[in-house]
């Protein structure tokens, strides 16, 4: 749920991003969106190209909202299946914008 006094919202990554958890996590994302987002990726397991994809989505969504998305912790199987999609988790931190 999105606070009010501007701190980031966690959200905490299922152990399986498979294609049955990338609508999921979408929606998850959408309810979110409008302020700071943090994702704890320490527990992922395992990660599918869907889930990637929503993730991508969600940090250049969040970076054209001018809010930061971040991950904040990650997994050796998160960090390392991003690495094999030719991704790293810097692409997944949106750049905060500052007028």
Known sequence: MPTKNGASN???LASVLDL???SQLKDKLLSLRGGAVEID???VERMGALCAQVLVSGARTWEEDKQSFSISKASDAFTKTLQLMGLN???LIAT???Q
């Open 10 to 12: 966690e959200l905490t």
């Open 20 to 22: 049955n958890e990338a």
């Open 41 to 43: 990726a320490s527990g």
């Open 89 to 91: 988790k810097d692409q």
């Open 96 to 98: 905060e914008i500052r």
